[in-house]
Nanobody
Framework: QVHLVESGGGLVQAGGSLRLSCATS????????SGWFRQAPGKEREFVAS????????HYADSVKVRFTISRDIAKNTVYLQMNSLEPEDTAVYYC??????????????????????WGQGTQVTVSS
């Protein structure tokens, strides 16, 4: 079993920044991708960003590409989402997820939520105008 715990959410004014963290523990696969997804009230869950743990390859949603940065600390088994220039439209619950990957997909960082087997409990991000 894999356990994911998010932290770092909160209330921030438009234009501000937040950094989310996701600590990973348990039986961590040798190859996997970590992803951030978000869900706003009344809306579908949407992909935000992902990173392949081995290659470091990243993938971003167009809506956050210039403003958000995903990164990982291998020693701490932690993935981060640095969010800058936040907008009220970024308000949502943010979820961290883990997608175990076969060695043949060693460099991939998927965006399909259905691929991700493990999820954190979510952290609320609220951006005021």
């Amino acid at each position: 079993q894999v356990h994911l715990v998010e932290s770092g959410g909160g209330l921030v004014q438009a234009g501000g920044s937040l950094r989310l963290s996701c600590a990973t523990s348990g039986r961590i696969p040798s190859n996997y991708a970590s992803g951030w997804f978000r869900q706003a009230p009344g809306k579908e869950r949407e992909f935000v960003a992902s990173i392949n743990w081995n290659s470091g390859n990243t993938h971003y949603a167009d809506s956050v590409k210039v403003r958000f940065t995903i990164s990982r600390d291998i020693a701490k088994n932690t993935v981060y989402l640095q969010m800058n220039s936040l907008e009220p439209e970024d308000t949502a619950v943010y979820y961290c997820a883990l997608d175990p990957l076969p060695s043949s997909r060693r460099s991939e960082s998927p965006s399909d939520a259905d691929e991700y087997d493990y999820w954190g409990q979510g952290t609320q991000v609220t951006v005021s105008s």
